[in-house]
C-alpha cells in the first residue's frame, strides 16, 4: 500500500507539487488523491518520548518491596500453622507483635502516631469483642474451601498490593482486605476465640502497620529498605523451614526470581523496545 501511495505521488502533475503546503487534515479539498501520502507525513511522529532507561542494581533494589509482601504473606500462614499446632500461644503471639508495633511507632512516628495508635486501639478493641462471632463464621463452610479462599485472598493482596509504581490494579484497600478476609478465614479454624483475636491482630499489624511503617523508613532512611527485605526473607524462610522444606526452597526460589531473574529479563526486554 505505501509503495503504491509512492507511486501515485511521484504521478502527481506538476502544479499539484506546486501547491501550497499540505495539511494533515480530512474536511479539506487539498487537490490530491484520496491515497496521497505527502512527505511531512511523519514529521511530527515521536517514537519512545517517555521511555524510562532501567539499570539492573537500581531494578533489584526496587525489588525489594515485591519481596518483603512476599515474606510478610508466608510470615503470616507460617504463624497460623505453628497456632494450629499448638507450637505458638496466641498470648505470646499478641504480646510480640505488639511490642514490635509500638516500638515502630516510638522510633518513626511517635508526635503524629499518637492517633493512629488510638485507631488502631479502638479496631483491636471490636475485633476482641467480636472473636466469638469470627470464630463460629465459617462452621457451615469446609476446611478445604476455606484454604482456598484465602490462598485466593492472600494472592490478591499480592497482586492489589501498593508497590510504589503508579497503576490502575493497585489499591490499597483491596489489598488489606483480601488480607484481613484471608485472616479471618484461616482464624476461623483456630481452637478458641482469643486464638482468633491473636491472627487476626497479627494480620491487621502485618498487613496494615507495617506496610506504612516500611514506606515511612524507605522514605527517610532508603538504606534501611535493603535492611528490611533481608530481615523478613531470612524470618519467612526460617520459619517455613522446619515446616516444609520444600515450601522454604520454593520460596528462595520465589525470591531470587523476584530479586533477580524478573530484572535481568526487564533489562534484556527493553532493549527490544521500540
Request: hydrophobic share 55%.
Amino acid at each position: 500500500m505505501a509503495s503504491n501511495n509512492v507511486k501515485c505521488n511521484d504521478n502527481l502533475p506538476d502544479e499539484i507539487k506546486r501547491r501550497t503546503v499540505w495539511r494533515k487534515v480530512l474536511y479539506k479539498d487539498q487537490g490530491v488523491p484520496d491515497n496521497y501520502v505527502d512527505e511531512s507525513f511523519l514529521d511530527e511522529m515521536r517514537k519512545n518520548l517517555h521511555t524510562r532507561t532501567y539499570q539492573f542494581w537500581s531494578v533489584v533494589l526496587e525489588s525489594g518491596a515485591v519481596s518483603q509482601q512476599i515474606s510478610s504473606v508466608a510470615i503470616f500462614v507460617a504463624v497460623f500453622v505453628y497456632m494450629d499446632l499448638g507450637a505458638l500461644t496466641p498470648s505470646a503471639l499478641f504480646v510480640f507483635a505488639s511490642v514490635l508495633t509500638f516500638i515502630g511507632y516510638i522510633l518513626f512516628d511517635a508526635l503524629d502516631g499518637l492517633d493512629d495508635l488510638k485507631s488502631c486501639l479502638l479496631v483491636l478493641m471490636s475485633v476482641f469483642v467480636l472473636s466469638p462471632v469470627l470464630k463460629t463464621l465459617t462452621d457451615s463452610i469446609s476446611t478445604d474451601t476455606i484454604y482456598a479462599m484465602t490462598t485466593f485472598m492472600l494472592a490478591m493482596n499480592l497482586l492489589l498490593y501498593d508497590y510504589g509504581t503508579r497503576a490502575a490494579i493497585v489499591s490499597r484497600s483491596a489489598s488489606l482486605n483480601a488480607s484481613i478476609f484471608a485472616s479471618v478465614c484461616l482464624a476461623s479454624r483456630l481452637p478458641s476465640s482469643w486464638h482468633v483475636f491473636a491472627t487476626v491482630a497479627f494480620a491487621m499489624q502485618l498487613f496494615a502497620l507495617f506496610p506504612s511503617l516500611r514506606r515511612q523508613l524507605k522514605m527517610h532512611l532508603p538504606s534501611s529498605d535493603k535492611f528490611v527485605t533481608w530481615v523478613l526473607v531470612l524470618v519467612a524462610i526460617a520459619m517455613l523451614w522446619p515446616l516444609s522444606q520444600l515450601f522454604a526452597v520454593l520460596l528462595v526460589l520465589v525470591h531470587v526470581a523476584v530479586t533477580f531473574v524478573c530484572p535481568f529479563w526487564l533489562i534484556k526486554l527493553q532493549g527490544l523496545k521500540k
